[in-house]
């Protein structure tokens, strides 16, 4: 069965600190991993894809790894800001025309 | 361009009423997919559409049910409503479903069952 689990489930931090959360996906089949971001009462924002042939991809302070091997996707976010405070879902995309969510990283960051 | 737009923004519905959620993914898009997402279930994927085909259709009962127009628009239709169908539920537009060029989602469709 094809699973995706996050973690932490919830961060809180100080504002500028590095911070790195984790995607784990069952099935290294993956055509792409995509990270989202979410805030409350709200629909989800893309913020990085990553395509099976790559290995990583950055846009501004964010950067997103996959390895297909260990199974694993990391979302690096440098100095983080107030501002970013959400929640954070990574989703593992296969031959299926679907996306598989995680359940997501609640991230507080407070100034 | 404008992104994609689902509407009601909200609903408030009874139980046994039914109910019609709508669609417009980015222009030029043809592959519309569907999630619920709830508290305790989280992000769970409904159906996906193509050309007007549904590719792929997700583990929830027949009183749910889509269709894809021949604009790419789509509609999610929900008979016979109960209070479990209360969620969030997400439209999410691809240039071609699959093909790594990812999802972009709209704001989605509160409803809420009483």
């Known amino acids: 069965k094809q699973e995706v689990t996050q973690i932490p489930a919830a961060l809180s931090v100080p504002e500028g600190e590095n911070l790195v959360l984790n995607c784990s996906f069952t099935?290294?089949?993956?055509?792409?991993l995509q990270w989202f971001r979410q805030d409350p009462g709200k629909g989800l924002t893309s913020l990085l894809l990553?395509?099976?042939?790559?290995r990583e991809q950055t846009s501004g302070r964010l950067n997103a790894s996959l390895d297909k091997s260990s199974g694993r996707s990391t979302l690096y976010i440098a100095a983080s800001q107030p501002g970013d405070s959400a929640t954070y879902l990574c989703?593992?995309?296969?031959?299926?025309?679907?996306?598989?969510f995680g359940t997501g990283t609640r991230l507080q960051v407070f100034p | 361009k404008a992104g994609v737009t689902q509407t009601p923004r909200y609903l408030i519905k009874t139980r046994g009423q039914q109910v019609t959620l709508s669609c417009s993914p980015i222009?030029?898009?043809?592959?519309v997919s569907w999630y619920q997402q709830t508290p305790g279930q989280g992000l769970q994927f409904l159906f996906e559409?193509?050309?007007?085909?549904?590719?792929n259709k997700g583990n929830f009962p027949g009183r749910f049910s889509g269709r894809q127009f021949s604009n790419s628009r789509s509609e999610m239709n929900v008979s016979t409503l109960e209070l479990g169908d209360s969620a969030l539920y997400l439209c999410?537009?691809?240039?071609?479903?699959?093909?790594?060029?990812?999802?972009?989602f709209g704001s989605g469709t509160r409803l809420t069952v009483v």
């Open positions: 999410a537009s691809s240039l071609e479903g699959r093909a790594g060029y990812g999802y972009t």
């Open positions: 099935d290294s089949a993956i055509y792409n």
């Open positions: 990553i395509q099976s042939s790559q």
């Open positions: 989703a593992a995309e296969y031959n299926t025309d679907k996306l598989i």
């Open positions: 222009s030029g898009h043809r592959s």
């Open positions: 559409y193509f050309s007007e085909t549904q590719r």
